[in-house]
């Protein structure tokens, strides 16, 4: 029996049809596996916070800061302070795996400034004379400290009992890498719902177009219309909310807050000035171990 070949018309009609089933499918596609990051980022989150949790109780309900790294203070140690004792190294030992610090939607992690030459086998290792040698933080981290919660490192740390409402407050966010004038983002650095970020005598009074907190007078916090500009226009990373990457999940990013739970929100959500996520300046107003002015 004969059979005839199909005809060019009838192929290009296969072709056209394969590449409309392309075009709706792939979105699909990877929308499905952005979801999946997500519900896996949510589940980092969701362990980082327990174990943020589990540190203050066993720290007498105090936090820990962002880092610990100041030359101006005496560190027999750590000589000249340059090296980090970061927030990922003190949650590890609650965690024990280094790759819950990690987004799989991140494209550029922090890695160590100063890396330990055996990797992480050498993380909290002291060389012959006593001193570190490299940085003791996670290989490669996503996450970013709330300040007013988890304090950088020349800020007194924080007890949770100073919170009103532990449920509500955003502990950590996720690290953004580049402000959209290309500014990298420090590697070290928190992020803060205030302007300025931890606010101390001599700091420069916000403008006035800030909504103030009520019963403050040298801070504000910031507003979504205002956190979605500075992200257009800034040079730089000093204004703390750019820091937080909260359009990395299409419309959201994940948080885990103080209580020890994790979830996806909006910027809008974190910044509804009647729910504050961010909370307040929990920690006294001076730094001890930083002489100079407040500009972190």
């Not at 909290?124 to 003791?136: E, F, I, P, T, V």
């Not at 300040?147 to 924080?158: E, K, Q, S, T």
């Not at 999940?249 to 020890?260: C, L, Q, R, V, W």
Request: glycine share 6%; with cysteine; hydrophobic share 35%.
């Amino acid at each position: 029996m004969h059979r005839s070949a199909f005809t060019l018309i009838e192929l290009l009609v296969v072709i056209a049809i394969i590449a409309i089933l392309a075009a709706i499918l792939f979105p699909v596609f990877a929308q499905a596996k952005e979801a999946a990051k997500k519900s896996a980022c949510i589940s980092n989150q969701k362990q980082i916070a327990t174990a943020t949790f589990i540190y203050a109780q066993d720290s007498d309900d105090t936090l820990c800061q962002t880092s610990w790294e100041s030359a101006l203070t005496p560190q027999v140690q750590n000589p000249g302070g340059i090296y980090q004792i970061h927030w990922t190294y003190l949650m590890q030992p609650y965690i024990k795996n280094w790759d819950i610090f990690n987004c799989q939607s991140d494209q550029a992690p922090v890695t160590p400034k100063r890396p330990c030459p055996n990797g992480a086998a050498d993380l909290g290792k002291l060389n012959a004379s006593g001193q570190m040698y490299c940085d003791w933080q996670a290989p490669k981290y996503s996450y970013i400290t709330n300040y007013n919660l988890i304090p950088a490192h020349d800020w007194i740390p924080v007890s949770l009992t100073t919170f009103p409402e532990t449920a509500t407050l955003i502990t950590l966010g996720e690290r953004r890498n580049k402000l959209t004038s290309g500014a990298v983002v420090g590697q070290q650095k928190g992020l803060s719902g205030f302007n300025p970020s931890q606010p101390c005598p001599g700091s420069t009074l916000v403008p006035p177009q800030y909504a103030p907190l009520t019963g403050t007078t040298n801070y504000a916090y910031w507003t979504e219309p205002f956190a979605v500009q500075h992200l257009a226009s800034d040079a730089n990373d000093k204004n703390d909310i750019t820091r937080v990457d909260w359009l990395r999940h299409s419309k959201g990013s994940t948080y885990s807050y103080a209580d020890g739970h994790a979830k996806f929100q909006t910027l809008g959500q974190t910044l509804d000035p009647t729910r504050y996520a961010y909370g307040d300046k929990f920690y006294p107003g001076y730094a001890p171990y930083n002489t100079t002015a407040c500009t972190n």
